[in-house]
Structure formats: structure tokens, C-alpha cells
């Protein structure tokens, strides 16, 4: 299996700052075919299912507001919050989907307001 | 608009079975694999397993493989997850999502979660 691992924990941020999530994954999602990394994210607020925020690593989801952004390739990989909101506050998971055969998501980070 | 509707909570004795359902509407249910997710109390996501309803070809993480049995039904449009002899550890939310389609195996929709209760 591909182990994805994202640091920190969990992190907190004063309102209008930057968040900055890390996910690294065990071996490349990078297709060399398509150069696409298979690598999504998602936004699980407390009582409710997780939510796609981005694909491809890089690419928003509809609706997803441009504060929202993904980078990275190959094993790194980053989420940011630009301006960090108080309805941000949630816990995040970044995705493999490169291993069809077992995808698998990190262990989340928690982000709070400072 | 696209919605997956997932049965209500169950609350179970250890060696009991269980089945849980999940309806797919506003898509073509047989055209996307549609995936379960296990979250135990507190913690983070699991991928179980996926179906694909269009000829029920099914896929399971190593971890669940003969653990949880994933079906569906594509006349009405459900997927199922089922357990013929629960454990405490199978107490968990326990959520159906839909793929993208087209190689895209992310997770696009998801449902409100089954919390499935596991004490004796």
C-alpha cells in the first residue's frame, strides 16, 4: 500500500492567515502517462461526511472558494488556506488515488482558529 | 442533482449480522464505481472497498478483504455493505461514495454516513 502521512496534526490559525497543510506520499502518485498526480483532498467538518475540495493535487472542485489551493508532485504535496475563515475550521485528508487497488488517505490535520 | 442516501443507525449485539444500504439518484448509478469509507470514533478515514454496479465487479482493501461483504443492486439503484458476524471493533460511521468516473478515483459525493453500534 502507498501510506500517505501529513503533518502537522493538527495546527491553529489566527483569522485571515495562512494555513499550510504537508501530505508525503511512500512512492510517487505522479502518472508519467498523463503527468497527473492522483492525489486529492478533503474537507471533513465536525457531524458531517468529508467534502472534495481538490483533484489532480492542484485542480478546485466546483464551488470550492479560490482560497483553497493545491501543490505539489511526485511525493509532496501541500493544501493551503490562503485567509483562513472561521467556517475553515475542520479536519483535512489528503488521498491517493494513484493504486487503484488500495487507495488510501492520510491521517488528517486539524485545523482551529487561533 | 446527485445525492446518496444511506440507511439509519443501527445499534448491534457482537455477532450479529448486519447490512446497510446506500441510494444512488441524480446519476447513472451503474456507470461509477461507488466506494465505503470506514471511520472508527475519533479518528480518520479508511477506504474499504469498491463496486462497480454496472456487472458488480468489486475491488476490497487487504485490510477488509473477507472481513465485510460489498454488493449492489442496480434495479433499485443501492449499494450494500454487510457483516455477517459483527465485533465491537466494527463500531463505526461507515460512509458510501461515489467516483468520478473516467479514471478518476477520487471520492466527488458522498453520504450522510450509517453509525453502526456494536455492544453487547
Known amino acids: 500500500d502507498i501510506v500517505m502521512t501529513q503533518s502537522p496534526d493538527s495546527l491553529a490559525v489566527s483569522l485571515g492567515e495562512r494555513a499550510t497543510i504537508n501530505c508525503k506520499s511512500s512512492q510517487s502518485v505522479l502518472y508519467s502517462s498523463n503527468n497527473k498526480n492522483y492525489l486529492a483532498w478533503y474537507q471533513q467538518k465536525p457531524g458531517q461526511p468529508p467534502k472534495l475540495l481538490i483533484y489532480?493535487?492542484?485542480t478546485r472542485e466546483s464551488g470550492v472558494p479560490d482560497r483553497f489551493s493545491g501543490s505539489g508532485s511526485g511525493t509532496d504535496f501541500t493544501l493551503t488556506i490562503s485567509s483562513l475563515q472561521a467556517e475553515d475550521v475542520a479536519v483535512y485528508y489528503c488521498?491517493?488515488?494513484?493504486?487503484?487497488?488500495?487507495?488510501?488517505f492520510g491521517g488528517g490535520t486539524k485545523v482551529e482558529i487561533k | 442533482e446527485v445525492q446518496l442516501v444511506q440507511s439509519g443507525a443501527e445499534v448491534k449485539k457482537p455477532g450479529e449480522s448486519l447490512k446497510i444500504s446506500c441510494k444512488g439518484s441524480?446519476?447513472?448509478?451503474?456507470?461509477?464505481?461507488i466506494g465505503w469509507v470506514r471511520q472508527m470514533p475519533g479518528k480518520g478515514l479508511e477506504w474499504m472497498g469498491i463496486?462497480?454496479?454496472?456487472?458488480?465487479?468489486?475491488r476490497y482493501s487487504p485490510s477488509f478483504q473477507g472481513q465485510v461483504t460489498i454488493s449492489a443492486d442496480k434495479s433499485i439503484s443501492t449499494a450494500y455493505l454487510q457483516w455477517s458476524s459483527l465485533k465491537a471493533s466494527d463500531t463505526a460511521m461507515y460512509y458510501c461514495?461515489?467516483?468520478?468516473?473516467?479514471?478518476?478515483?477520487?471520492?466527488?459525493?458522498w453520504g450522510q454516513g450509517t453509525l453502526v453500534t456494536v455492544s453487547s
Open positions: 441524480g446519476y447513472s448509478f451503474t456507470s461509477y464505481w
Open positions: 461514495a461515489k467516483y468520478g468516473g473516467g479514471g478518476r478515483y477520487y471520492f466527488d459525493y
Open positions: 489532480w493535487a492542484s
Open positions: 488521498q491517493q488515488y494513484y493504486s487503484t487497488r488500495s487507495l488510501t
Open positions: 463496486i462497480y454496479p454496472g456487472d458488480s465487479d468489486t
